[in-house]
């Protein structure tokens, strides 16, 4: 059986999925997590993998493509390999992706991508152990080089995503593009939210895309704009002059300079198992009692078509009326 797509009141059509597998971490990024964590939620806590598969399942029937494992570092959930490869085997599914911070990946790299694993997102703001240790309050940017080198062999799509924060890294913007560029990676920067636990943000320390672009065009030139593969996705690719697509680019995800609310498709399922409709929701939806208790697969859809329902039009960053959300970036799943 098949259910309708999951449209909101806006005409959005939902077909990605992000899926929170964890809200641990074994770094603590500052624009993320605070320092010192009271706890992270117990393993028992966790939506089982059988129930993740579940919910899947049924939203592949309404036309979800796309899932992304994402946390807290998704690679901390145990037997993460298990849960791509119970995706794997839904019908409707195009894409199984991973956002990580890579530092665990080597020994799991070839088992995910195995299991069905298509893309791997690495997020990299640094190639200098100095800022890594003031951006995540860790050491390991080794670690996260080499969790990048271990996917690079196999078939996956790599990507790498970077965050910039004015007052400690903004430097390290050429050099991270250097470093992708002798890969034939593409870089996507990602403006600072104000989703950090610490609720530090301040427009100061944003450095818009466009920032971006002017800095990297003194070291690199004109950056050439790429048709969007998919009119959903949030970055805006360029590519360089001379140098063909396969040979890497640079992206900008500007959710604070230029919006893309209006063609979102994103939904958002969290450790715990509520559904989020925006990153900056305020309501959430429980999926993970219904699930337990052996519901329909009806009633699973209804839960989640409310949600979708219940969708604002806009984040509204920049509104006087805009509230941080009560969870931080790692409780929801970036
Ligand atoms: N731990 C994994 C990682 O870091 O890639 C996955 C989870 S992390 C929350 C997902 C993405 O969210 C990362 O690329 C990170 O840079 C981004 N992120 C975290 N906090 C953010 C914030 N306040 N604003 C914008 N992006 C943020
Ligand atoms: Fe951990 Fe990712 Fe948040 Fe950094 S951004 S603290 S790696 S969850």
Redesign the pocket.
Known sequence: MMFPPLVDSFGRIHTSLRV?VTDA?N?R?R??MPEFVKGFLPQDQLLSFESIERVVRVLAKSGIKKVRL?????LMRQNLAQLVKRLASIEGLEQIAM????MLLPPMVHQLAEYGLTHV???L?TLREESFRKMSRRNGIEQVIAGIESALPTKMVVRL???VLRDINLDDCIPLVEFALERCLFIRF???????ADRQ?SRDQVVTGDELRAILETRFGPLVPLERADPAQPATDFGFAGRTERSGGVGFID?VSKPFCESCNRLRLTAEGKFRNCLFGREEWDIRQAVESGVSDDAIYTIVANCVGAKYASHGISTSQFLQPPR???Q???
């Not at 994402?70 to 998704?74: A, F, I, K, R, S």
């Not at 956002?99 to 890579?102: A, E, F, V």
């Not at 990602?190 to 950090?196: G, H, N, R, V, Y």
């Open positions: 929170s971490c770094i990024c624009y993320c994402t946390g807290g570092e998704p956002t990580t911070n890579g997102n690495v997020s703001d995503n970077a965050l990602i403006e600072f939210m104000p989703l950090d943000w959710p931080a970036m790692y929801i799943g970036g």
